[in-house]
């Protein structure tokens, strides 16, 4: 038995492991001479890592061997990158974030249709280089009940919206009563079949989305202590518009108990959603931001926001300096928008939104997570190990944004500590104090918890991917570990398909409760008549 010496440093316990030196076959994989960075305890020295049955079971001083070996001088030995807000959730998206230190991946804005989401999961079983994790989808629930959607293709989970967009009723019908009641039971499925939350675009349905039914959709969520992660209501909006929906999101949440995430706030007043955040985080509240460390966004063309009434008439932009076609690489007038908005309202473009300069700022900020609401470039599905000059082109977040994030640190002099947290442990922190067990015991460098670790150059490390070649992967990564084994060496990845569920555990009954008038003239009158209008009115009520 190896005996433990605790270190108090700060307000911290370190448990690092000592006295007898490991024996080769103590360790499955060691990690050697690396700077070990821990962002919870705030640990930053140099130390061995011995890893034993997919876990961290010893840091120490010590000289350690194991049946693998990564020698680690100069470089970090950090918890492996997560990202709540990946929409690349194919073998393919898994290859390319690995490159970028992506060990964990979720979507909690697009989501998952809910009826699909035991399925989703068994569809990347044993074939997932990196770990995967899928909200239950708001705006996929009304396509189904208010489009008629069906069919396998709702298995791709955020990949289906490319189908589901091509009719409207989704974003634009107010549902009455019943086919609220309907959108709600189809969220609820989704979250007993283990979903980690839930995911809403109420910002690409705010004709359609009224805010009772956005209430009782974090509701919903709130039931099981689940977070909604949202598209708020105004994004894209202004300085003004752009806080309001951030409100909407906080307020309900507040009101619910229930954590809440909001996505993206990196547009116009960011200061003050980052300002709300903050305050309500100290007061013990789990709610919480993430940011994209890009001065452009990524959408399809029929976007609410984006079309000529709102993009120019409201918001003053012009399409000829704002919005790329990623295929051509050309800035859109009014007339090829309109022309391809006919032919392919779903196409994916490059939006941009705010000043280049503001981008290094985010990742200074306090309690934030990094997400780089990757879309996938075509071909969306197929065999992992594609050549990657065969990929079309997209934002170059989808392959850059870790590597981009560790580079502008280095040009801006960001404290690594902070990166680290942003990148990994904030997202792990808040999902985990849901009670998330995946998430408990990742995002971090301690004894005991899961062997996801990246090793990597702090110097050479850097995003490679551009807006005009956005799918070209992240280099200086040494090796990326998930779940104890390693899936990629320099820059090369394996074929190691270790990644594990990120989910709760299924459950054996629903939690829905259907809403009426009934129960709402209950709880919340002295009286009320039986005419009143109800919480999903088709008249555009209360």
């Known amino acids: 038995m190896k005996k433990q010496r605790y270190i108090l440093t700060g307000t911290f316990l370190l448990s690092v492991m000592s006295a007898v030196p490991a024996l080769a076959q103590d360790y499955d994989l060691v990690i050697n001479n690396g700077r070990v960075m821990d962002p919870e305890t705030l640990y930053d020295d140099i130390a061995n890592v011995g890893i034993r049955d997919g876990r961290i079971v010893a840091i120490t001083k010590d000289e350690l061997t194991g049946a693998e070996t990564v020698d680690a001088t100069g470089h970090i030995v950090a918890p492996g990158f997560i990202d709540t807000h990946f929409h690349w959730q194919t073998p393919i998206g898994y290859r390319v974030g690995l490159r970028d230190g992506l060990t964990s991946s979720m979507d909690f804005e697009a989501g998952c249709a809910g009826s699909y989401i035991a399925a989703w999961y068994e569809a990347r079983a044993g074939v997932s280089h990196a770990n995967y994790g899928c909200a239950v989808s708001h705006e996929l629930a009304r396509a189904v009940v208010l489009d008629g959607a069906e069919g396998d293709f709702l298995v791709n989970g955020p990949i289906a919206a490319l189908e589901t967009r091509k009719k409207s009723g989704w974003s634009v019908t107010r549902p009455t009563l019943e086919q609220g ?6 969220i609820d499925k989704g979250l007993q079949a283990g979903a980690p939350g839930i995911g809403s675009t109420v910002g690409y349905m705010r004709e359609g989305v009224s805010s009772r039914e956005m209430f009782e959709v974090q509701k919903v969520g709130a039931r099981y202590g689940r977070p909604t992660g949202a598209h708020t209501r105004y994004t894209l909006g202004t300085d003004t518009t752009e806080n309001n929906g951030a409100q909407e999101l906080i307020a309900n949440a507040l009101a619910l108990g229930a954590p809440a995430m909001v996505l993206h706030f990196n547009n116009p007043g960011w200061r003050l959603a980052q300002q709300m955040i903050v305050e309500l985080q100290e007061r013990g509240h789990n ?8 001065a452009a966004g990524s959408t399809t063309l029929n976007a609410s926001f984006l079309q000529p009434d709102s993009w120019i008439g409201q918001l003053g932009n012009r399409y000829e300096d704002t919005v790329l076609d990623p295929v051509t690489n050309e800035y859109y007038t009014l007339e090829t928008f309109k022309t391809d908005m006919a032919a392919n309202p779903t196409k ?5 939104k705010m000043p280049a300069e503001d981008a290094p700022k985010w990742l200074t900020l306090k309690g934030v997570t990094v997400a780089s609401d990757a879309l996938p470039p075509e071909p969306y599905f197929g065999p992992w190990d594609i050549p990657l000059d065969q990929l079309g082109n997209t934002h170059p977040r989808a392959a850059g944004t870790r590597g981009i994030t560790i580079r502008f ?8 500590m902070q990166l680290m947290s942003i990148l990994s442990y904030n997202a792990a922190k808040h999902l985990g104090d849901t009670g998330l067990k995946a998430m408990q015991e990742r995002g971090r460098i301690q004894t005991g918890m899961v062997a996801d670790i990246v090793v990597f150059d702090p110097e050479t490390f850097t995003d490679n991917s551009t807006y005009e070649k956005g799918a070209v992967p992240s280099t200086g990564m040494k090796a990326v570990i998930v779940n104890g084994q390693v899936a990629l060496r ?20 629903p939690r829905f409760e259907p809403i009426s008038v009934e129960a709402w003239n209950a709880e919340f009158s002295t009286g009320m008549p039986s005419d009143f209008t109800g919480a999903f009115p088709a008249d555009g009520g209360n």
Request: hydrophobic share 40%.
């Open 181 to 186: 009641n309907a959108i709600l039971e189809e």
């Open 287 to 294: 709610i919480w931001g993430e940011i994209y460390p890009y």
């Open 348 to 352: 994916p473009i490059v939006v941009f």
């Open 409 to 416: 640190g280095r040009e801006n002099n960001i404290p690594m």
């Open 490 to 509: 320099d820059d090369k990845v394996l074929p190691v398909f270790a990644g594990q569920p990120i989910r709760f555990e299924p459950e054996d009954k």
